[in-house]
């Protein structure tokens, strides 16, 4: 334990002799959790539309007003043609062009139906579709609320009769898409510290040449990687500390769950992650080798992770890289317990992937590492 302590001081020495990337280590991520969720919105919002009106009829310009009043479109030009307005949506200035024909209020009043135009700029296919079913969506709710079909008589029921249908939100209630993604963003930046700091400590014994001097003391394999990573798994969990005191602070979001069940598995993901740090060391002899080596890998994780697209819309070999990855495990048992208040029954399986990865890495480092005396 005395050899243990020495390592302890030494590596505690080292961190803290960088007083700049001691700096970055806490400050950087703080500023990082605070920024990211703000522009990392994918709530489609402002979406830009064209109107062409044939009409200009009183229904018409309700229905325009609505469509603008809706809080999801601006309308950023009234053009006279379809060939005018389809400029916008060429030109990138518009993602949808409404057009209303002549006739559009009396065949509305007269018919009871009128058919509308609408053409979508699909390059973007999510925003294509949700800004396309938003527009239909408001020209359904302007359609019900028309007098002439509120005085109308109505429909007699079918043989089961008429079935209304009443949802609430769990977990979110508002359906604010920060709940989501800052637990996700925070896991994300625990990985970029800790797979990064970790991947360039052993390769930075070897470029200086102390690891020589290390190989011939009676120090123990598992000794000396476990003297590497106590200091930055301890770093690690101030990190996370200060992370969810941001997420309280700024975004309002606080657990639901245990505060001891997070902390203690964030100390295990912990152990894995700092465990494929220190394994991407003992392969590397420089510094910009384990660092693109752990970019390569850490990229990797966080794009199949599902942060940002769901795991379960991946196809079948994406959805099994996904599960090989320890954060994908540790995204979806943050936002259980904070969101949903989950325990460790409903975590258990999530968390045994998370366990198998910190044996595994860990005892590849331990092995890998190469000591001569």
């Known amino acids: 334990m005395k050899t243990l302590g020495f390592l302890l001081q030494k590596e505690f020495r080292q961190i803290f002799r960088d007083k700049t990337i001691l700096a970055m280590m806490f400050a950087v991520p703080t500023i990082q959790l605070v920024i990211i969720p703000q522009a990392m919105n994918f709530d489609i919002k402002n979406i830009n539309i064209s109107i062409v009106d044939h009409d200009h009829s009183s229904y018409s310009q309700k229905l325009i007003s609505k469509v603008g009043s809706s809080g999801y479109f601006r309308i950023i030009s009234a053009d006279r043609s379809y060939q005018q307005a389809l400029q916008h949506i060429e030109n990138g200035s518009s993602d949808l062009v409404m057009e209303l024909p002549a006739g559009f209020e009396r065949n509305l009043v007269r018919e009871g139906s009128q058919k509308i135009g609408i053409s979508v700029d699909a390059i973007n296919g999510s925003k294509a579709s949700i800004g396309s079913a938003y527009l239909n969506s408001v020209i359904a709710d302007f359609n019900d609320h028309l007098e002439i079909n509120q005085i109308a008589v109505p429909q007699s029921p079918g043989p089961y009769g008429f079935m209304d249908i009443t949802y609430s939100n769990w977990f979110n209630a508002l359906a604010e898409y920060k709940f989501y993604i800052v637990p996700g963003v925070l896991v994300l930046l625990l990985t970029l510290i800790g797979g990064f700091m970790t ?11 102390t ?15 476990l003297g590497k990573l106590i200091p930055f ?14 997420c309280w602070t700024v975004y309002g979001i606080v657990s639901v769950g245990s505060l001891a069940l997070l902390y203690s598995i964030a100390g295990i993901y912990l152990i894995a992650l700092l465990g494929f740090g220190l394994l991407i060391s003992t392969y590397s002899n420089s510094q910009v080798q384990a660092m693109f080596v752990a970019f390569f890998f850490i990229l990797i994780f966080v794009l199949m992770s599902g942060l940002f697209t769901s795991v379960e819309s991946m196809p079948a070999w994406a959805r099994a890289v996904s599960n090989a990855t320890p954060i994908t495990h540790f995204i979806k048992i943050v936002r259980m317990i904070m969101l949903k208040g989950s325990r460790f029954s409903d975590i258990s399986t999530e968390l045994s992937y998370i366990v198998a990865f910190a044996i595994v890495l860990n005892g590849w480092a331990i092995w890998n590492y190469k000591k001569t005396s």
């Open 199 to 209: 991947a360039l400590n052993i390769v930075r014994e070897k470029e200086v040449g």
């Open 233 to 246: 798994w301890i770093i690690g969990m101030i990190v996370f500390s200060v992370g969810l005191f941001v």
């Open 211 to 225: 690891i020589e001097q290390i190989n011939v003391t009676p120090i123990k394999k598992w000794q000396f990687i």
